[in-house]
């Protein structure tokens, strides 16, 4: 079977106002393995929607190839091209009736009216709609009028669905809601989707797969625990939350901290080094086997009703954070704390951190 979407060395370089030339999209390769849940994620400016737009083919690549389904793409245009997009600002038509926009594209392409009818139900059926088919969009709620938005762009029963941060307009609770019925009615479809956010957090919890963009390239693809604990480089790293990264020197053998502390490190090439230390990988109580420990003076501690979050401010590091799970109370502000982290929770980077 053919990958529903195969990205091959795409190219894509802007001429700015200016007179200067942007590279927007620096040989991006990417290829979904089938009904694939895939995110891209990166800062403002990275090429997201870029890329999303030489999928859909409202932009035209320099370089590379795009397929779907294994068809190339190159000489179809938009419209008849079997995806379909899902945008940050529905970009409904707001004097429209719900069933009219969610029927729209189905009318252009010149379907009968009792055919329309009949999927448009089923599409306000599966995103929870159904009985608002007369309503107007400025009569429904923000989370309504982006379940309106899917619908129509699921009408067409495209073979990929491009999703441009289609949640952040909505608040935090209901964004969460739509992360959790977004993916439930992917896995429903069976259909790849493609999906952009700027938040961690989202393409944590929603992605089978990551792919971390920077400056036009993918930095890191993979699945999140993968990318979470295992980052390939400091921007993933730092991308994915919050991390320790602590300078080391290795000589093949052991990587060895500036405080004298030193942890196993085989077949890591000779040379400096980062030790990336996840928060929650650290601990009050020592760890059975080998272990670093860190001491310092508790600095910050913020409750979060789960956990304590907490700074260390160490000799050697200076300050270092760790999420402590315990229930139990700490002591107070100033005195002196050791946290421990234990051999697995060790990821090195072999980039210096600056
Ligand atoms: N039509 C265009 N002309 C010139 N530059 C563009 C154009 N579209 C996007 N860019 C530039 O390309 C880069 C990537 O943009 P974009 O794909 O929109 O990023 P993202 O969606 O990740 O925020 C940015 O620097 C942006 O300014
Ligand atoms: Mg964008």
Redesign the pocket.
Known sequence: MPAPLEIVDAV?V????EGGR?T?LDRVSLKLASAEFVT?L????????????TISGF?TLDAGDVLIDGVAMTQKPAHRRPVNTVFQRYALFGHMSVARNVGYALEIAGYGKREIRARVGEMLELVGLSGLENRKIAQLSGGQQQRVALARALAGKPKLLLL??PLSALDKNLRQKMQQELKALQRELGIGFVF?T?DQEEALTMSDRIAV?AD?RIQQIGAPLDLYQSPANLFTADFLGESNLLPVTLDGQCARLGDGQSFAANGHPSGVATLMLRPEALGLTRPEGPALGFTGKLRETYYTGKDHQIALDTAAFGLIRALLRSGGALPEAGAELTVYAPAHGLHLIAEVAP
Do not use: M, N, Q
């Open positions: 894509k802007f001429r700015t106002p942007l927007a891209l990166g800062p403002s400016g990275c090429g997201k929607t870029t890329l999303l737009r932009e441009d941060e952009v700027h963009l036009g």
